[in-house]
């Protein structure tokens, strides 16, 4: 049983957690409006920003089983109380309240506004003027994306750091 619990706790990070991490990753590239007067290419691209967070909202709903299976492989294992494990549960838990409160929440305010800026999604990257209800201008968004990639990378790290406390288990017996 652990050994099907642990390949299914290994698959489902791996098919869960890594699309979120590259998706949100790529998300900033293409949410954040080229600077005014810049004529070279960009990526600036609304609609493939919105399919980028809607793999990242997605893969989030399954991603729960990651954690959920890891418990019950930790259970069968019994090593639920070993430092590694708590250690990967505390990063875990504060990976996935970043993902929901900052990186998801960030992403749906940069779709939003977004929409308001003329020539949105067509690649055009046209500048806004910040009038109307709330509209960031083009530099306020420029530099929520920026933060974005910060706190995805953030993210990103600790899901890593979690992926090495798993292969590198101190104390374990393994001799990994």
Not at 93 to 100: C, G, H, Q, R
Not at 121 to 131: D, P, R, S, Y
Request: net charge neutral.
């Amino acid at each position: 049983m652990t050994k099907l619990l642990l390949s299914l706790h290994v698959l489902a990070s791996i098919l869960a957690v890594g699309p979120i991490t590259v998706a949100a990753s790529m998300f900033p590239r293409y949410a954040k409006p080229p600077a005014p007067g810049d004529d070279g290419p960009h990526d600036h691209d609304l609609r493939t920003a919105a399919f980028l967070h809607r793999i990242c909202r997605g893969y989030a709903v399954v991603g729960i089983a990651v954690p959920v299976l890891g418990l019950a492989t930790g259970a069968q294992m019994g090593v639920l109380g070993d430092a590694w494990l708590v250690a990967s549960i505390v990063l875990t838990t504060i990976a996935a309240a970043l993902l929901m409160s900052m990186v998801l929440p960030g992403q749906r305010e940069l779709l939003e506004e977004g929409e308001d800026l003329p020539g949105a999604g067509t690649g055009e990257g046209a500048v806004g003027t910040g009038a109307g209800s709330g509209a960031l201008t083009v530099a306020a968004r420029r530099s929520a994306a920026a933060r974005l990639a910060m706190t995805t990378g953030i993210f990103n790290l600790l899901w890593a750091t979690v992926v090495v406390l798993m292969i590198v288990r101190p104390g374990s017996t393994t001799g990994a």
